[in-house]
Structures are given as structure tokens and as C-alpha cells.
């Protein structure tokens, strides 16, 4: 490299960016998350509307086959709903020998 | 760990979707995808938002990046073709032409003479020879890469590179030793 060569870096040197650069950094990968998003909401809503369409095409073959299952599960499925509530319910609770007060 | 090895680690876990591992990417190679932007189109501000757009391209298109690849090469690859990409919008190219010229009057004022007749030399050569000076005389790029990085054979890069670098010389008042 011939000394004008050196001079011409030294001088592109002098508007190089800093090496790091938080805010620049921030603001991109708050762009990369923004779409990020903006994807799974895309493919959420894509699959949804696919999953609306599937069940309203299906539902008149799956109807009566539900009716008629629903009327031998009933009470178990019923059952099992309560069980789930009351597990959600005392799981919530904070148990008695907690450290709560000193 | 090297920094090409260090860059095959992040890669691999940003293509695996780490965002972390994306965001040290973007950490270890801004400076260069700015520079060379800034170099190549004159205009800071927008030679930023060019980088942003390059590092949101890169997440989608991280998955394409073969292994053991440069990293830097690539971004400057997708960033020029943003910049190129701006060029062709012929409204944006018209108002970044004045903006670049009103642009040159503000920063440059205090600026030494050197720099303002560099800047002004950049500024007068077609993009593609601009883009090939800032990575081959500004970044250090070899030919070799910055023709993989612009997508332009390796003799055009040569070419370009040798007939900018006259230009500078020239326009710093340099005797050209190398030809």
C-alpha cells in the first residue's frame, strides 16, 4: 500500500461509525421483533381461519357423532371440569406455613 | 474462539432463531455495513436507515447464508443492493442528489480540506465504482470478496477499483505511484 493510498484511508477513517453502537443495535432489533410479531400474528390468524374453515366444513358429518358422545360423557366430562376448577383453585392458594409475616 | 468462528456460532444459532445470537451479529458488524453505506451514498441519515433495512433483510434471509461464508461480505452484498434499490426510485433519487449537496455545505463546513475534496470525489463517481472503492480502499475488503459481496465479476472490481482510486488521487492531488 503506497502512502496515498494510507492517506486516502485515513481519511475515510475519519466518518467511520463507532464500533458500538447501542442505540443503532436497539432500534434494529426492535425492528427484527416488530416483524417477528407481525409474522406470528400472520400465521396465527392464517391458521385460525384455516382451522374455522376445516370445522365449518366438517361440521355437519361431526355434529351428530358429538351429540351422540356427548350424552354417554356428560357426567365425566363434567366431573373432570370440576376436578380441573377446584385443582386451579387451592394450586392458587399460598400455603399455610409461607413465611408471610417475620 | 477467532471471529470467523465466533460469526459461525452466531449464525448457526440465529438460523436456528436465536435473536440474541442476531443481535451480536448486528453488534459486530454495524460498523461496516454503516461505513460502507455511508461511503457509498453519501447521505449519513439515510445510509442508516439503508443499514437498518439491510439487518432486517439479513433475520428473514438468515437461513440462505451458507456455512463458512463472510458474514460482513454478505451484509455488504444485501446493503448495496438496498442502495441500488434506492437509486432506482428516480424521486428518491432526485431529492437524495439535493439533499446530498445541501448535506455536504452543513457537515462539511469545519471539515479539512482533504476530506471535503474526498467526500466531493465520491461523490462525482457512477455507484458501482463508488461502491467497489469503499470496500476495497476504505474496509479493506480483497477484490475477491467485494466482487462475491456486489455481485460483480472479479475484473470489473479491479477495474473499478483502479480507475476510483486514480479519481482520489487525483482529486487529493496525490501522483498516482501504483500506476
Known amino acids: 500500500m503506497t502512502q496515498a493510498d494510507e492517506r486516502v484511508k485515513a481519511l475515510f477513517a475519519m466518518d467511520e461509525p463507532p464500533a458500538r453502537d447501542a442505540a443503532f443495535a436497539t432500534a434494529v432489533m426492535a425492528r427484527v421483533m416488530r416483524r417477528r410479531f407481525q409474522e406470528d400474528v400472520a400465521m396465527l390468524c392464517a391458521v385460525s381461519l384455516g382451522g374455522g374453515v376445516a370445522f365449518c366444513a366438517v361440521w355437519p358429518t361431526l355434529q351428530p357423532a358429538l351429540v351422540a358422545i356427548s350424552q354417554g360423557l356428560a357426567p365425566a366430562l363434567g366431573a373432570i371440569a370440576l376436578a380441573i376448577c377446584l385443582m386451579v383453585i387451592l394450586g392458587g392458594r399460598p400455603s399455610a406455613d409461607l413465611p408471610l409475616g417475620s | ?179
Open chain 2, 1 to 179: 474462539m477467532g471471529p470467523a468462528s465466533l460469526d459461525e456460532a452466531l449464525v448457526k444459532a440465529a438460523q436456528g432463531g436465536s435473536a440474541e445470537a442476531f443481535s451480536r451479529l448486528v453488534e459486530r458488524h454495524q460498523q461496516a455495513v454503516r461505513a460502507f453505506l455511508r461511503r457509498a451514498c453519501g447521505d449519513w441519515a439515510q445510509a442508516d436507515d439503508l443499514a437498518q433495512e439491510t439487518f432486517l433483510a439479513a433475520w428473514s434471509r438468515i437461513g440462505r447464508l451458507k456455512a463458512g461464508a463472510s458474514v460482513r461480505a454478505w451484509l455488504c452484498g444485501i446493503g448495496y443492493n438496498k442502495h441500488l434499490t434506492a437509486i432506482r426510485s428516480a424521486g428518491r433519487e432526485r431529492a437524495r442528489g439535493a439533499a446530498y449537496e445541501a448535506d455536504r455545505e452543513v457537515s462539511l463546513e469545519a471539515a479539512p480540506e482533504d476530506r471535503l475534496a474526498l467526500e466531493r470525489a465520491m461523490a462525482g463517481l457512477p455507484a458501482e465504482q463508488r461502491a467497489c472503492v469503499a470496500l476495497c480502499l476504505a474496509a479493506e475488503f480483497s477484490h475477491a470478496e467485494a466482487a462475491e459481496a456486489l455481485g460483480m465479476p472479479l475484473g470489473t472490481v479491479k477495474s473499478h477499483v483502479s480507475r476510483g482510486r486514480a479519481r482520489l488521487l487525483q482529486a487529493l492531488g496525490e501522483c498516482d505511484d501504483a500506476s
